[in-house]
């Protein structure tokens, strides 16, 4: 079930300039592949999050072959960097290929293995945290991202609707675990959340304290 009606969402995507021919090439290969990419409306998003805190560093979980890196490096100033974090090989080297032709890869670090893992071991705090990973580990992964994220910082999750299944009477194992992560984001004294209906609903969380 889209989140959106669909020729409400065809209205939304006939409103987006045109993107560079990499950026297409990506959202083609997304679709002949079947990966599930933020695709170009909530791509849009991330970048304008990046743009409205200033934000100078990111740590994304769950780069993909690099579609919504993409987004978010585009946004960032030049000395800017974000962390790539995938545990695929095939999906970093595409990522490599793409993001270089789109000459943002000078502001990637590539980091193959697992996410959450690789956000532990990090020192210091980032501007902003993209949380795209497997659905089920979203409640352990909120522990790791709350003390790596500073105040006044953003974290953007995907998939917080996941085609309804969130609203469903016996919701299996990874609704599950998105709707107990979506009331830990609720319940936090230190974020505040709101869920855009946007493509699969996308959280915005602001790092009150
Ligand atoms: C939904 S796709 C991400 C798409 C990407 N964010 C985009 O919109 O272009 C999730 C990706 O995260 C990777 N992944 C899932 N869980 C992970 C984890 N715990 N650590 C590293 N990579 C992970 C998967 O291999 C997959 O490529």
């Given amino acids: 079930m889209p ?25 083609e290969y997304a679709e002949a592949n079947q990966f599930p990419i933020v695709g170009p409306l909530v791509g849009r ?19 993909g072959f690099g579609y919504s890196t993409y987004w978010l490096a585009k946004g960032l100033p030049d000395d800017g960097k974000i962390i790539f974090t995938e545990y695929s090989p095939n999906n970093i080297k595409l990522a490599k290929d793409f993001l270089g032709r789109a000459r943002t890869l000078d502001k990637v670090e590539i980091i193959h293995g697992d996410a959450i893992d690789s956000l532990e071991k990090r020192n210091g705090e980032f501007d902003l945290i993209l949380n795209d990973i497997d659905k089920e580990y979203y409640p352990k992964s909120l522990e790791v991202i709350l003390p790596r994220l500073r105040k006044g910082g953003i974290l953007i ?7 309804g299944r969130v609203a469903e009477a016996e919701p299996d194992a990874q609704t599950r675990s998105i709707i107990e992560y979506t009331k830990m984001l609720y319940d936090s004294p230190d974020l505040w959340t709101t869920i855009i ?5 996308v959280g915005i969380s602001y790092k009150l304290n």
């Fill in 3 to 27: 989140t959106l009606e669909p020729k409400i969402e065809q209205y939304l995507s006939d409103l987006l300039p045109e993107r560079e021919p990499v950026v297409q090439e990506m959202e």
């Fill in 45 to 63: 998003l991330c970048y304008q999050m990046v743009k409205s805190i200033n934000a100078n560093t990111i740590f994304e979980m769950g780069s």
């Fill in 157 to 163: 999750t995907d998939n917080l609707i996941w085609s």
């Fill in 197 to 201: 209906p946007l493509r699969d609903g």
